[in-house]
């Protein structure tokens, strides 16, 4: 069956601080990876996108994400946090003709001043 | 580019009610577009692939009748939610697909709140 996990519900870290959000997907063919994030009460917006190629990808922000086959994850990180950077983070897997996305559970970033 | 828009941003109504909630993509044409909710603290689920100019393809669990949707233009899709009740309170976000040929993303809308009173 295909899934995503994002094992982090809640994570904290301190302005200037590194971070990494996990993504752990499970999908039959070759997938199409994607980060977004979404601010309270807004849609969403695309961080970044895995199809092919140099597994690691940069996107806006100063985010950027590694997909690793063999361990199925497709981790987001980020060098230096920004109190801006609070909000809701999704991992998203698809793919295929009908090009639904599977969406993870969130993970909810707060930054400490 | 790809931006796409939901009209309203929120909604209340009475119960018995119909809602009808605009979907558009601005810059671009659309053949595809995504229906999905969120209920508060939980992820997106998605509820219908929109089609245009073709029957909405709706998710198993989705009740077809009340969740009306219709995807007149390659620009627009709405979703109308029928005779709402309370239970039918929540976000409810678009997207569109970029048109084939290019890498296969989604554009998401802001999203529609809907309180059904």
């Known amino acids: 069956a295909q899934s995503v996990t994002q094992p982090d519900i809640h994570i904290t870290v301190s302005e200037g601080a590194s971070l990494e959000l996990r993504c752990n997907y499970s999908y039959g063919a070759t997938p199409y990876l994607f980060w977004y994030v979404q601010s309270p009460g807004q849609g969403l917006q695309l961080l970044l996108k895995y199809f092919s190629g140099d597994t690691l990808v940069q996107g806006i922000k100063g985010f950027e994400a590694e997909f690793k086959r063999s361990q199925s994850s497709f981790n987001l990180r980020k060098p230096s946090v920004h109190w801006s950077d609070a909000a809701e983070y999704f991992c998203?897997?698809?793919?295929?003709?009908?090009?639904?996305?599977?969406f993870g559970t969130g993970t909810l970033l707060a930054v400490q001043p | 580019g790809a931006v796409v828009s939901q009209h309203p941003s929120w909604v209340i109504c009475k119960s018995g009610t119909s809602v009808k909630i605009e979907c558009r993509s601005l810059?671009?044409?659309?053949?595809?577009m995504f229906w999905y909710r969120q209920f508060p603290k939980q992820s997106l689920m998605l509820m219908a692939t929109?089609?245009?100019?073709?029957?909405?393809?709706?998710e198993q669990g989705v009740e077809k009748d009340k969740f009306l949707i219709n995807h007149a233009s390659l620009t627009l899709s709405t979703l109308t939610v029928t005779s709402a009740h309370p239970e039918d309170s929540s976000f409810y976000i678009c997207s569109a697909r970029v048109p084939l040929g290019s890498t296969e993303t989604q554009y998401f809308g802001p999203g529609t709140r809907l309180l059904v009173l």
């Open positions: 810059d671009f044409q659309a053949t595809t």
């Open positions: 998203a897997v698809g793919g295929g003709a009908t090009n639904k996305l599977i």
């Open positions: 929109s089609n245009e100019g073709s029957k909405a393809t709706y």
